[in-house]
């Protein structure tokens, strides 16, 4: 099962470095999702990537509680995210997005689109079939906002997306 791990922004790679290196018998998957986007520098466009949810940690493990237990006396994490006193995996739907996003390398690419009206068409891209939880766009800085349901609650996050055309 999916499961997430808090820890500081920034310091998402030092800990997935750690649970490789002291952990890995208690896991099976460990991914940080990440997203590509353009920046501008200078007078060039040029692709960035950068966490997708920062500060989080995405693991499959069968051994939670252990891992957990394990985890508490390294510094950098700060919980797996639980309730009640148990541990939360990811709903069958945000596992279904984990296992998606793992098996295209944990990166959230930039996607293509058009405008059509008042009506976004993407095109080409991870974010097709995803329009409707797109809140916003800045066509300049060839981002989109997208809302989504993660760790129990809605997350807003950036994602690449070029407008290509508008109609």
Same mark, same amino acid.
């Given at each position: 099962?999916?499961? &997430?791990?808090w ?6 790679? $030092?800990?997935?470095? !750690? #649970? %490789?290196?002291?952990?890995?018998? #208690?896991?099976?998957?460990? /991914? ?5 986007i ?20 995405? &693991? ?6 252990d !891992? *957990? ?7 950098? /994490?700060?919980? &797996? ?9 990811? $709903?069958?739907e945000e596992?279904?997005?984990? %296992? ?12 293509? =689109?058009?405008?059509? =009206?008042? %009506?976004? +068409?993407?095109?080409? =891209?991870? !974010? ?6 797109? $809140? ?7 981002? *989109?906002?997208?809302?989504?349901n993660? /760790?129990?609650? +809605?997350?807003?996050?950036?994602? =690449? ?7």
């Open positions: 099962m999916w499961y &997430v791990i820890t500081s922004s920034s310091h998402e790679n $030092t800990c997935v470095r !750690l #649970l %490789e290196e002291k952990f890995s018998g #208690l896991y099976t998957r460990v /991914f940080i999702p990440t997203r590509t353009s920046k501008k520098r200078g007078s060039e466009w040029q692709l960035e990537q950068s966490a997708l949810f920062p500060g989080y940690i995405f &693991v499959d493990s069968d051994r939670i509680e !891992l *957990a237990d394990a985890l508490r006396f390294h510094s950098g /994490f700060n919980i &797996v995210l639980s309730t009640d006193g148990g541990y939360l995996p990811l $709903t069958e596992s279904a997005f984990a %296992e998606d996003l793992y098996g295209r390398g944990g990166n959230f690419d930039t996607s293509v =689109g058009m405008i059509d =009206g008042d %009506e976004i +068409k993407v095109t080409g =891209g991870p !974010l097709v079939g995803l329009e409707g939880f797109i $809140t916003k766009i800045d066509r300049h800085k060839r981002i *989109a906002f997208v809302e989504v993660m /760790f129990g609650k +809605k997350i807003r996050t950036k994602v =690449g997306l070029e407008i290509v055309e508008r109609r």
